[in-house]
């Protein structure tokens, strides 16, 4: 829920995009949204952006007497269900991010299963993709504190490039190459329509076929309302159109108040500066010292271990010592929907989620192994070197073993009763 160092970040609304394919994914759309991240951040973007725009200045146009309403918000909704694309034939992007479990993983499993048999475990739990269009590149602020990117390591920088991963991992849907994908795209009922919205030659050559369906995936997920109902009892409240309880009540000032749950911290809970409704995360990262998840099969070899954004791929800062252990913070929206939380599917239900914030140092004996005797094995999952990284400053961590938590078992269940009505309806 913390971080150590914070700043404010100010995410303006995106300007609305030109009326066509490619013309939409302009850099005013990637850029307008962010006050201030790196210069070698930039210059990452703004290569994508080239990319796309001048591979669409290669395309042939459909022919004038095809007539179509589809989008590429529309060719990216049926790639996003494809099941095709994969190389068992059977997982698509609506498998883990299934839209009736608020675009997350649809069962309690620690990690999803894929590859071409569906027997190669992933390594990660699934974080829900709803609310993600104003996320900023990765940067950082004037404190040092990182921000922003995609996925829990923040490991790219835009919808296109999260959507690649998958496709290639040899434990999700499994195709060896760009041009394997292309070739089953090429294969798909609509590949038609593909050609009719991105142009008849659009298919032809692979690489640009591949940044076209990363283009048409985007566009689904940032024009499309579902992911980003905002139609939550809590908006509801913000629009004077509902009342909460007494319990999501107490539990909203529990949330706000830096004494006691001080959740805002990480997951503001006000109207943004622009007046839109709160996304309920800042786009940090923190480590929490999380409890080894064993049901993890990469975890049953003890030297694997996942360090977050120090190893991400990221080059420069982000793959510094002091981020080792670190993972972005997510929306709290949908919370009460999901089966499994945080970054290694630990812990399986809501409340054990906000005990262990809270609980986490005054009693770790509910969360961690014994080593030998009396002696916890607090923070498990990072090796010794990193511990330091955990915070343990902010509230509700911090105290010692046996001190009073900053949340009551009731006050628990009031802030409970708030996420609940942080669920899109």
């Known amino acids: 829920m913390m971080s150590l ?26 850029f307008s949204s962010y006050t201030r991240f790196d210069v070698i951040d930039v210059m990452r973007s703004a ?18 007497s095809i007539t179509t309403d589809m989008s590429a ?15 068992s034939g059977k997982q698509s992007c609506a498998s883990c991010h299934s839209p009736q479990h608020a675009h997350a993983q ?3 499993l620690a990690v999803q299963w894929g590859g071409p048999l569906l ?3 992933g390594t990660r739990a699934v974080p829900s993709i709803r609310y993600l269009a104003d996320t900023p590149p990765l940067g950082f602020d004037a404190e040092g504190t990182p921000y922003g990117g995609f996925n829990h390591d923040g490991s790219v920088d835009t919808f296109a490039a999260q959507a690649e991963r998958p496709l290639l991992a040899a434990n999700e849907m499994a195709n060896l190459t760009r041009e394997a994908v292309v070739e089953k795209l090429r294969k798909a009922d609509y590949a038609p329509r593909f050609r009719q919205v991105f142009g008849e030659t659009s298919l032809d050559q692979v690489d640009t076929a591949f940044a076209m369906l990363g283009l048409a995936l985007e566009r689904y997920q940032r024009d499309s309302a579902e992911f980003h109902p905002f139609s939550s009892k ?31 911290a990480c997951h503001p809970s006000a109207t943004r500066e622009d007046g839109r409704p709160p996304l309920f995360t800042d786009f940090t990262y923190d480590a929490l010292g999380l409890p080894r998840n064993t049901a993890i099969p990469a975890n049953a070899n003890p ?10 791929g990221r080059s420069g800062r982000a793959s510094q010592d002091g981020n080792c252990g670190k993972f972005k913070v997510p929306t709290l929206r949908n919370v009460a929907t999901r089966q ?22 005054t009693q770790p004996e509910d969360w961690y192994p014994r080593q030998t005797g009396k002696v916890i094995a607090k923070f498990n999952d990072l090796p010794a070197k990193y511990h330091v990284n955990v915070n343990v400053e902010e509230v509700p961590y911090g105290g010692k073993r046996g001190d009073k938590p900053a949340l009551g078992e009731q006050e628990i269940d009031d802030v409970i009763a708030f996420l609940r009505t942080l669920t899109d309806q």
């Open 5 to 30: 160092a914070r700043s404010t970040l100010h995410v303006n609304s995106a300007a609305n995009p030109p009326d066509t394919p490619i013309g939409r994914f302009t850099a005013l759309n990637m």
């Open 47 to 64: 290569v994508i952006v080239c990319l796309f725009l001048f591979l669409s200045a290669c395309q042939k146009p459909a022919a004038t």
């Open 73 to 87: 918000a529309d060719i990216g909704e049926m790639i996003f269900h494809d099941v095709s694309l994969s190389v």
């Open 106 to 108: 649809p069962n309690a």
């Open 119 to 121: 027997n190669q475990p």
């Open 234 to 264: 809590y908006d509801a409240f913000l629009a004077g159109k509902a009342q909460l309880n007494a319990a999501e009540t107490r539990g909203l000032q529990l949330f706000n108040n830096e004494k006691k749950g001080n959740c805002a």
């Open 303 to 312: 030297s694997y271990v996942d360090l977050g954004l120090c190893k991400s």
């Open 340 to 361: 499994v939380f945080f970054h290694n599917g630990q812990i399986k239900n809501l409340r054990d989620a906000v005990a262990f914030y809270v609980r986490r140092d």
